[in-house]
């Protein structure tokens, strides 16, 4: 049912603006979920192949990226549509409103987004309470956390000490942002040096945690695909020696050579979508080869099709997420890759 309506709803979609399109959205997922309607034609579950990563069984392979559901607040029904894992952010400890509007833009020739909304979210509390209020979801559930536009790097620890402290009793795995680009700063995270004190720093509290609640919840770092090869190998060796226990690969792209001749490319931001996989896929590869696949990586840039995602399994991913094609695609995507992998 979704599969024939949602080209139509796409068309009508795509005459609003691309954040009014995002919430209008969302809302009327979670109408149809609340009225029963998601439950009748795309059970839960209905596309599950289970696979054990980090301690967790995910029901099949396909994750909705961080970006999407910030709030938390449609999990149920985007469980319906066939996602094994969300994740939901990113979440700062403190509400914030994001970037000056407009900072959504679509490129429809590229199926390519870039956007600018600077961790717009409710903060980490109405994000717990609302993952706290799901109901239906059996599937897993990440918390994607950063740190606060006005905290200095130097306290940025502190921020994500107080969204892991939160997070962890509802959390299935928490995934520290360290690459969005849209934070004045933020990817200056990710040098070796900081990134491996501030994972030293979240580890010792990750265990402190684990005694206290008596459950493990996964660590992962995110980060950008805008990294050279020697500061991949210096994070992999970080990674490995402070016990990292997940990755995902990657966040969105300041390069804008592929979509050079589009009116929109000047816009700041980061770009998702298609144009993104060659480069996403590369540094996932390299971080596979360097971490000597002893840390699991989620494939996550550009995927658009079966064949994408396999080529991410290739490269050494074991999860895979999406979001830009699924605004492009809708739900068929989602139980295309679940079914394919």
Known sequence: MF??????ARSGLFCLDAEVAHHASLAALRLAEKSGLLGLVSPEGEFNSPVEVMGLKFPNRVGLAAGLDKEGNAIDALGHLGFGCIEIGTITPRPQAGNPKPRLFRLLHHEAIINRMGFNNPGIDAGVENVRSSKSFTGIVGFNIGKNKDTPNE????????CLRKAYPVADYVAVNLSSPNTPGLRDLQ??????????ILKK??????????RDVPLLFKVAPDLDESHIRDLSRVFLDGGLDGLIATNTTLDRDSVSGHPRAAEAGGLSGRPVFDKSTATLRQFASDLGHRIPIIGVGGISSIEDARQKILAGAVLVQ?????????????????KGL
């Open 205 to 214: 509290e990750q265990e402190k945690l684990a005694a206290e609640h008596g």
């Open 322 to 338: 999406i979001y830009t094609s699924f605004i492009y695609q809708g739900p068929k995507l989602v139980r295309e890759l679940a």
């Open 3 to 8: 599969d024939s309506l949602y080209p139509l």
């Open 191 to 200: 040098g070796a040096e900081t990134s491996a004190r501030l994972l030293d």
């Open 155 to 162: 306290h940025a620890a502190d921020d994500y000490l107080a």
